[in-house]
């Protein structure tokens, strides 16, 4: 049973930084990818970027870029999502989910981390 | 970056009502497309996947369809648990962008 367990929720001031770690199991990360989406309340999903567990490749959302770093650790299945120079309008809940690629070139995000609520406030 | 816009926004349906929801691709996207749903409180879960793939273990009711730029997500005959917000997102090139997402409510 594929499953995706995230840490719990964080409270940070403008200005710190939030790491969100995404520990999996049930499939072979390091063959794998992970993608990274962020919902802020009451309103829609946003993709934030993928990194490939195999060989460390990343692509982040524009709007986010400079600010936020996607890594993995294969020795411990975990992925992780840093963000730095938190804004209120980074308060969301962040999801995780395997990124998957069929023989047939189709991709999906499937299964989903729980979410972890990061909440930016002074 | 290719847009992703769903109609409609919202929609209030009955038990046993057959819905179709319509998402439209600003480009060309083949049949690179996929439908989430998502309840209140929890992460969203897929559905479809290349347009009219069912995923493992989602009920028969779901079906998707389309190709290019329109595509729709069709529930056969709602059930209590439907009730939800469903979103579609595109796999055809990065980024991933996702539609503004439907609400079904209850009627």
């Known amino acids: 049973q594929i499953q995706l367990v995230q840490s719990g929720g964080e409270v940070k001031k403008p200005g710190a930084s939030v790491k969100v770690s995404c520990k999996t199991s049930?499939?072979?990360?390091?063959?794998?990818?992970i993608t990274w989406v962020r919902q802020a309340p009451g309103q829609g999903l946003e993709w934030m970027g993928w990194?490939?567990?195999?060989?460390?490749?990343?692509y982040y959302a524009q709007e986010l870029q400079g600010r936020v770093t996607m890594t993995t650790d294969t020795s411990t299945n975990t992925a992780y999502m840093e963000l730095r120079s938190l804004r209120s309008d980074d308060t969301a809940v962040y999801y995780c989910?395997?990124?998957?690629?069929?023989?047939?070139?189709?991709?999906?995000?499937?299964?989903w981390g729980q979410g972890t609520l990061v909440t930016v406030s002074s | 970056d290719i847009q992703l816009t769903q109609s409609p926004s919202s929609l209030s349906a009955s038990v046993g009502d057959r819905i179709t929801i319509t998402c439209r691709a600003s480009?060309?996207?083949?049949?690179?497309l996929n439908w989430y749903q998502q309840k209140p409180g929890t992460a969203p879960n897929l559905l479809i996947y290349?347009?009219?793939s069912l995923q493992s273990g989602v009920p028969s009711r779901f079906s998707g369809s389309g190709s290019g730029t329109d595509f729709t997500l069709t529930i056969s005959s709602l059930q209590p648990e439907d009730f939800a917000t469903y979103y579609c997102q595109q796999s055809y090139s990065a980024p991933f962008t996702f539609g503004p997402g439907t609400k079904v409510y209850i009627k």
């Open positions: 480009q060309s996207i083949s049949t690179y």
């Open positions: 989910a395997r990124y998957f690629i069929d023989y047939g070139g189709s991709s999906r995000f499937d299964p």
């Open positions: 290349a347009a009219s």
């Open positions: 049930g499939f072979t990360l390091a063959t794998s990818g």
């Open positions: 990194i490939s567990a195999y060989n460390g490749g990343t």
